[in-house]
């Protein structure tokens, strides 16, 4: 066999596996964080100018079994009809240190008549495409990325994050900076003491016995 259809004969294989899985020519991950929404509606009884007896405590417990965590938004849809149960459903959100939105989303169905609704919205990010080994082989003659390329560092950032919509929205930063406040964390870096600064305790040696 000459070495020209050698060389042709190893290189068949890395060609048919070039045109299966994933590619990615450049040095961008095509596995980006993926922000999804979901919107939970509870609806509570009124009575009068505030909720009926015993909806408070109901509210609570599905806020409890929601597992109300920061990032989430707790809304009120009171169907154009504004009462103190907006107060009374703040004050329970405020245990778990939710604020109420000012707005509420548009969910399904309408607020029927001495109802009132509690949205909570919960953002979620993931890299639903990750892990990826669709396209991974050696050697690689077209010099690309493997299909999975990004997917370590990607996921974690979608897990690591607080608050998923900052992934779409970063936070605004302040109008006004304190440099006291920016520059706190290195003032107390540096003004801590060095490891050993006090000296070393004094040890007193001893010396070990045998049974005679």
């Given amino acids: ?23 990615n020519g450049g040095v961008d991950s095509l596995h980006q964080p993926v922000v999804s929404r979901s919107d939970y509606v509870f609806d ?21 079994s929601m597992g109300l965590r920061y990032g989430d938004r707790v809304a009120v849809d009171d169907g154009g009809h504004p009462s103190g149960a907006r107060e009374q459903i703040a004050a329970v959100a405020g245990r778990h240190g939710i604020l109420l ?3 509420a989303p548009v969910t399904m169905g309408t607020v029927a008549p001495g109802t009132v609704r509690v949205v909570v919205t919960r953002m979620t990010a993931s890299v639903p495409s990750c892990p990826d080994h669709s396209r991974e082989y050696q050697p690689d003659f ?17 897990a690591m994050t607080a608050n998923p919509a900052d992934l779409v929205r970063g936070e605004p930063g302040a109008d006004i900076a304190d440099p006291a406040t920016a520059t706190r964390a290195i003032r107390s870096y540096r003004e801590a003491k060095p490891t050993g600064a006090e000296g070393l305790p004094a040890a007193t040696p001893t010396m070990g016995g045998g049974n005679n």
């Fill in 101 to 103: 939105s000012d707005h």
């Fill in 44 to 64: 509570l009884a009124t009575a009068g100018y505030g909720l009926a007896p015993g909806e408070e405590q109901r509210l609570a417990g599905w806020l409890q």
């Fill in 1 to 23: 066999m000459s070495p020209r259809i050698a060389l042709s004969v190893l290189l068949a294989p890395a060609l048919l596996l070039a045109g299966c899985g994933t590619y």
């Fill in 142 to 158: 077209g010099a690309s990325t493997s299909s999975n390329f990004g997917c370590a560092i990607n996921s974690n950032l979608a």
